[in-house]
Structure formats: structure tokens, C-alpha cells
């Protein structure tokens, strides 16, 4: 017997249906032909945070990946396949890495506590708090350091991210792409985009720079 939110989500499915194909009758026969997103998105698991919904899309439009903290690893076969899958097939043209505040992810890394094994995943958080620790152990007030280590993962994230083979190499090809950092306010529903868009290898370190 299943519970009632689980019938709830079912019946809620019906009627999405039913209000899409009241719009479009042929909506689900376009969605089905095939996809060709203009946008990757990768962003935190929260459940507060729908990616599509953020910036009014439509299916179709965004390409997704979420992680704990919008994380982007090296040796994260998931996002790097969801990355090379994004610019060398679907060719889209803009990625956003997407935080929050109020992360707990972030939020957690700022400590000490052992929560299990996602203990080995937060220290790459941490590595985030340690590149910026300068500015960080600056801000007095806790809450405004939160909220700027939240900001400056993000901002992390969008140079690893700039920093792979998949994306260094879309670049030498000539293939128009940018790399944006974003923070999204729960509280709010607004974007407070960091201004941190990278578009071109001449962007990064030269020690980070592949010859391709």
C-alpha cells in the first residue's frame, strides 16, 4: 500500500500532462524527437534549488548535473561525462555553475564535525575555504562568511571547471562557450550573478593551460 504523498506525486504527474497538452497538443511529441539545450547547468542536490524553474525553461532547455555544493572534481566521472556529453554533442554554448546560500554542504565543510562518508567529498569543499582563507577569516560576522564562502566555492568551481581537458579543448576549437558562476538565494528566488565568466584558455594560468 503505498503513502499518500506518493499517490499525490502520481496524480500531480497526470496533471502536468494534462495542462502541457492543454497548451500544446503536440508538446511531448516535440520533447521526444529529441533534445538540444543551449545551457549545462550544475548545481547543488538541495531540493530547494530546481534548476529549471529558477530561469523559467522549459524542458528541453537546460542540461543538468547536481551534486552535494555544486562541486567540480577532477576524477568525478559523472560530471565529466555529463561536461564532455554537454559541449562535444549537444554543443551548448553556456554553463552555469550554480550555489546557494544557505548550503549545507558549504556549511558543513566550515566545521569540524565527522557526518560519515561524505566527510572525504566536503574536504574538496574545504580546499575552496583554503584557497580564500585570507578573506574569508576576515569576515567577523559568521553568517557574512557563510554567504562568501558559498560565493567563492562557486567561483572555485567555474576555474576547475574551465581548467578540464573537455572545456580547454572546446575553446582551441574555436567553439563559442562561457562559464558563468552563480549564487542563487533561497530566501529570495534571485540570482546574484558573481561576474566571474570565463571564455577563453588565454583566461587561466598558464600552468593550468594544455597544449592542444
Same mark, same amino acid.
Not at 496524480?11 to 500532462?17: C, G, Q, S, Y
Not at 567529498?121 to 562568501?148: G, M, P, T
Not at 560565493?151 to 572555485?156: D, P, T
Given at each position: 500500500?503505498?503513502?499518500?504523498?506518493?499517490?499525490?506525486?502520481?496524480?500531480?504527474?497526470?496533471?502536468?500532462?494534462?495542462?502541457?497538452?492543454?497548451?500544446?497538443?503536440?508538446?511531448?511529441?516535440?520533447?521526444?524527437?529529441?533534445?538540444?539545450?543551449?545551457?549545462?547547468?550544475?548545481?547543488?542536490?538541495?531540493?530547494?534549488?530546481?534548476?529549471?524553474?529558477?530561469?523559467?525553461?522549459?524542458?528541453?532547455?537546460?542540461?543538468?548535473?547536481?551534486?552535494?555544493?555544486?562541486?567540480? +572534481?577532477?576524477?568525478?566521472?559523472?560530471?565529466?561525462? &555529463?561536461?564532455?556529453?554537454? #559541449? $562535444?554533442? @549537444?554543443? /551548448?554554448?553556456?554553463?552555469?555553475?550554480?550555489?546557494?546560500?544557505?548550503?549545507?554542504?558549504?556549511?558543513?565543510?566550515?566545521?569540524?564535525?565527522?557526518?560519515?562518508?561524505?566527510?572525504?567529498?566536503?574536504?574538496?569543499?574545504?580546499?575552496?575555504?583554503?584557497?580564500?582563507?585570507?578573506?574569508?577569516?576576515?569576515?567577523?560576522?559568521?553568517?557574512?562568511?557563510?554567504?562568501?564562502?558559498?560565493?567563492?566555492?562557486?567561483?572555485?568551481?567555474?576555474?576547475?571547471?574551465?581548467?578540464?581537458?573537455?572545456?580547454?579543448?572546446?575553446?582551441?576549437?574555436?567553439?563559442? +562557450?562561457?562559464?558563468?558562476?552563480?549564487?542563487?538565494? &533561497?530566501?529570495?528566488?534571485? #540570482? $546574484?550573478? @558573481?561576474? /566571474?565568466?570565463?571564455?577563453?584558455?588565454?583566461?587561466?594560468?598558464?600552468?593550468?593551460?594544455?597544449?592542444?
Amino acid at each position: 500500500m503505498t503513502n499518500e504523498y506518493y499517490k499525490k506525486i502520481l496524480d500531480n504527474n497526470k496533471a502536468w500532462v494534462e495542462s502541457k497538452l492543454n497548451l500544446d497538443p503536440d508538446f511531448f511529441n516535440k520533447l521526444a524527437e529529441g533534445q538540444q539545450p543551449p545551457l549545462l547547468w550544475i548545481g547543488c542536490a538541495d531540493s530547494r534549488v530546481p534548476a529549471n524553474e529558477i530561469i523559467g525553461a522549459q524542458p528541453g532547455e537546460v542540461f543538468v548535473h547536481r551534486n552535494i555544493a555544486n562541486m567540480v +572534481l577532477h576524477s568525478d566521472m559523472n560530471m565529466l561525462s &555529463v561536461l564532455d556529453y554537454a #559541449v $562535444n554533442v @549537444l554543443k /551548448v554554448k553556456d554553463i552555469i555553475v550554480c550555489g546557494h546560500y544557505g548550503c549545507g554542504g558549504v556549511k558543513t565543510a566550515m566545521g569540524n564535525a565527522s557526518v560519515g562518508l561524505i566527510d572525504n567529498w566536503l574536504r574538496h569543499i574545504k580546499d575552496s575555504y583554503r584557497f580564500n582563507k585570507a578573506e574569508l577569516d576576515a569576515i567577523e560576522d559568521e553568517h557574512e562568511r557563510f554567504n562568501r564562502f558559498v560565493e567563492v566555492n562557486a567561483m572555485e568551481q567555474v576555474l576547475n571547471l574551465s581548467k578540464t581537458s573537455i572545456v580547454q579543448n572546446a575553446w582551441s576549437n574555436g567553439q563559442e +562557450l562561457y562559464v558563468h558562476g552563480w549564487v542563487y538565494g &533561497v530566501g529570495s528566488g534571485l #540570482v $546574484n550573478d @558573481l561576474n /566571474v565568466t570565463v571564455n577563453s584558455n588565454d583566461q587561466l594560468d598558464k600552468v593550468f593551460r594544455l597544449d592542444i
